[in-house]
């Protein structure tokens, strides 16, 4: 039996396929493979799906989501369904003890309180393996040995640019490093490449120029903004994209304030990578709801002005970026 917990689904994904290469043939696991969702998995069923004898193989695989997560700090509602169920995590702890031999369970959840009463329980029959995320220096650590383990090499500054630009998502860190190795051929990986490649280098300069437009740094915006012309983008794509991030702040903000979880959140707004939402949250604990709807409105009225030709796009992002970059109001 297995248990990992942690924030990194990555390097979870990464351990429960070392557990299914350990099971034996692959081919085995195609008929004798089961995933149960722990929100709503009730005890019986969990016992039968673990009890069932595998089909023409030595073992079969039970992996189960979001278990752990059902006995975290109770909602009022949850609350309710405990007090009708008091045996609850007992029968699902008595389940666990009577796992057949042939059966790899596997509980996987993300980051759960050392007070999770189930985890407590699990923690007595099995050793609980956590995958919190990883710091900066555990970052470029993974990526010189990504990159190494490859036989590819790469510069400090390359490995900098991919902290910074991509953040603990493995998810993208690991899709980008092996687009640069195969970019590179086996010449080393230089901070130019990352620069040229790497899909989040735009979305990190917007980012910035957001920040420094709510933060009032009027000479670093300005910078901001003549450097993403350099590198292409329109003034209606640069607008499109400064409104996008302002809703979606504003959206994660409005969400945060109730109660959604982070994964939640950016399934909601459809975002792709786990990189845009923790750079959403961080940006909504800053800036105030009516700070957004100011800006979000400023940036309708410029839309207009340059739909109609009143005002050339260039002109009218350098207009915009100096008006609210240069209002030095608290935001």
Request: hydrophobic share 45%; with cysteine; glycine share 6%.
């Given at each position: 039996?297995?248990?990992?917990?942690?924030?990194?689904?990555?390097?979870?994904?990464?351990?429960?396929?070392?557990?299914?290469?350990?099971?034996?043939?692959?081919?085995?696991?195609?008929?004798?493979?089961?995933?149960?969702?722990?929100?709503?998995?009730?005890?019986?069923?969990?016992?039968?799906?673990?009890?069932?004898?595998?089909f023409?193989?030595?073992?079969?695989?039970?992996?189960?989501?979001?278990?752990?997560?059902?006995?975290?700090?109770?909602?009022?509602?949850?609350?309710?369904?405990?007090?009708?169920?008091?045996s609850?995590?007992?029968?699902?702890?008595?389940?666990?003890?009577?796992?057949?031999?042939?059966?790899?369970?596997?509980?996987?959840?993300?980051?759960?309180?050392?007070?999770?009463?189930?985890?407590?329980?699990l923690?007595?029959?099995?050793?609980?393996?956590?995958?919190?995320?990883?710091?900066?220096?555990?970052l470029?650590?993974?990526?010189?040995g990504?990159?190494?383990?490859?036989?590819?090499?790469?510069?400090?500054?390359?490995?900098?640019?991919?902290?910074?630009?991509?953040?603990?998502?493995?998810?993208?860190?690991?899709?980008?490093?092996?687009?640069?190795?195969?970019?590179?051929?086996?010449?080393?990986i230089?901070?130019?490449?990352?620069?040229?490649l790497?899909?989040?280098?735009?979305?990190?300069?917007?980012?910035?120029?957001?920040?420094?437009?709510?933060?009032?740094?009027?000479?670093?915006?300005?910078?901001?903004?003549?450097?993403?012309?350099?590198?292409?983008?329109?003034?209606?794509?640069?607008?499109?994209?400064?409104?996008?991030?302002?809703?979606i702040?504003?959206?994660?903000?409005?969400?945060?304030?109730?109660?959604?979880?982070?994964?939640?959140?950016?399934?909601?707004?459809?975002?792709?990578?786990?990189?845009?939402?923790r750079?959403?949250?961080?940006?909504?604990?800053?800036?105030?709801?009516?700070?957004?709807?100011?800006?979000?409105?400023?940036?309708?009225?410029?839309?207009?002005?340059?739909?109609?030709?009143?005002?050339?796009?260039e002109?009218?992002?350098?207009?915009?970026v100096?008006?609210?970059?240069?209002?030095?109001?608290?935001?």
């Open positions: 039996m297995h248990v990992l917990v942690g924030e990194d689904d990555y390097s979870i994904h990464e351990a429960i396929e070392e557990i299914k290469r350990g099971i034996g043939d692959p081919s085995g696991l195609l008929s004798n493979s089961t995933t149960l969702d722990g929100r709503t998995v009730t005890a019986e069923e969990l016992q039968g799906a673990c009890s069932t004898v595998p023409l193989a030595e073992k079969r695989l039970v992996v189960v989501e979001g278990l752990l997560a059902r006995y975290e700090e109770p909602s009022s509602e949850r609350r309710k369904v405990r007090e009708k169920e008091p609850d995590i007992k029968k699902v702890v008595a389940a666990i003890r009577a796992l057949p031999p042939f059966t790899e369970l596997v509980l996987v959840d993300g980051a759960v309180k050392d007070g999770n009463p189930l985890l407590r329980e923690s007595t029959i099995v050793k609980v393996r956590t995958f919190p995320l990883l710091n900066t220096t555990q470029a650590q993974w990526v010189e990504r990159v190494r383990q490859a036989g590819a090499s790469i510069s400090a500054q390359a490995v900098g640019s991919l902290v910074r630009l991509i953040g603990n998502d493995l998810w993208a860190m690991a899709s980008e490093v092996d687009k640069l190795i195969l970019y590179r051929g086996g010449r080393r230089e901070d130019a490449d990352v620069k040229l790497v899909s989040h280098a735009r979305e990190e300069s917007v980012f910035a120029l957001v920040d420094a437009v709510l933060e009032s740094r009027l000479t670093a915006a300005q910078e901001m903004l003549r450097r993403l012309f350099q590198q292409g983008v329109s003034a209606s794509q640069l607008l499109a994209m400064l409104a996008r991030q302002v809703r702040i504003f959206l994660t903000k409005e969400m945060l304030a109730r109660g959604y979880p982070h994964l939640e959140i950016q399934t909601r707004l459809g975002l792709a990578q786990g990189f845009l939402v750079k959403a949250v961080e940006q909504a604990g800053r800036y105030s709801q009516m700070r957004l709807r100011e800006l979000f409105h400023r940036l309708l009225d410029i839309d207009m002005a340059m739909k109609t030709g009143r005002l050339e796009g002109l009218a992002m350098e207009i915009l100096t008006e609210l970059a240069g209002d030095a109001k608290a935001y």
